[in-house]
């Protein structure tokens, strides 16, 4: 979980495309699902939690033991 707030990204965003990349440039997100089961079985994706925050998955697995993610990690989002 990040502590990206729904409302800050929707906010900050103006409703342009974006990048979330983590760690490196190797894991790169583009768009955000709606649930853990839009996207296909080990597919990484980024969806808001039920509080509301931003949080990256990998549907079906978990990505802090399958790429490497830890607490305090730093995500990039960029705007185009």
């Known amino acids: ?3 990206i707030e ?3 990204f929707e906010r900050v965003s103006k409703g342009r ?9 190797e894991y ?3 768009e955000i699902s709606t649930s853990y089961f839009t996207s296909g079985r080990g597919d ?3 969806h808001y939690n039920e509080s509301g925050f931003l949080e990256i ?3 079906q697995g ?5 790429i490497g993610l830890k ?3 730093i995500i990039r989002v960029e705007f185009k």
Request: glycine letters at 0%; hydrophobic letters at 45%.
């Open 62 to 66: 978990d990505a802090s033991k399958l």
């Open 44 to 46: 990484l994706l980024v």
């Open 57 to 59: 998955a990998i549907s």
């Open 17 to 25: 495309d974006f990048e979330i990349t983590l760690r490196t440039s």
């Open 1 to 3: 979980m990040t502590n």
């Open 6 to 8: 729904k409302n800050l």
């Open 28 to 30: 790169l997100i583009t």
């Open 71 to 73: 607490c305090n990690d």
